[in-house]
């Protein structure tokens, strides 16, 4: 069973920057697609970033980008997402999202969740 542990969540102020992190294990890491999603209250939860078993490829919502970098190291099990440039708009719980069949672009995509973590921008 796979498992997801993110963490690096906080407060920051409006313009601050982030770093958030997903501690994978139960599995080969290198077969997993990765991503991050966000869910703000009363809203729906919503894609971020994802990024393929290599690391080669990278994909980010509009909202993000320019501003959010995913990424992988494949020795240490672990995804990050560095977060600069931070508005309140990007207040959320944020989770982190593995996938054994396709790089996790929808929640549908994604086969296992971690707990999510906290990220509050204030202005």
């Known amino acids: 069973q796979v498992q997801l542990v993110e963490s690096g969540g906080g407060l920051v102020q409006a313009g601050g920057s982030l770093r958030l992190s997903c501690a994978t294990s139960?599995?080969?890491?290198?077969?997993?697609?990765m991503g991050w999603f966000r869910q703000a209250p009363g809203k729906e939860r919503e894609f971020v970033a994802a990024?393929?078993?290599?690391?080669?490829?990278?994909y980010y919502s509009d909202s993000v980008k320019g501003r959010f970098t995913i990424s992988r190291d494949n020795a240490k099990n672990v995804v990050h997402l560095q977060m600069n440039s931070l508005k309140p708009e990007d207040t959320a719980v944020y989770y982190c999202?593995?996938?054994?069949?396709?790089?996790?672009?929808?929640?549908?995509?994604?086969?296992?969740w971690g707990q999510g973590t906290q990220v509050t921008v204030s202005s």
């Open positions: 990024i393929s078993r290599s690391g080669a490829n990278t």
């Open positions: 139960g599995h080969t890491f290198s077969r997993l697609r």
């Open positions: 999202a593995a996938s054994l069949r396709l790089v996790p672009s929808t929640v549908a995509d994604s086969d296992y």
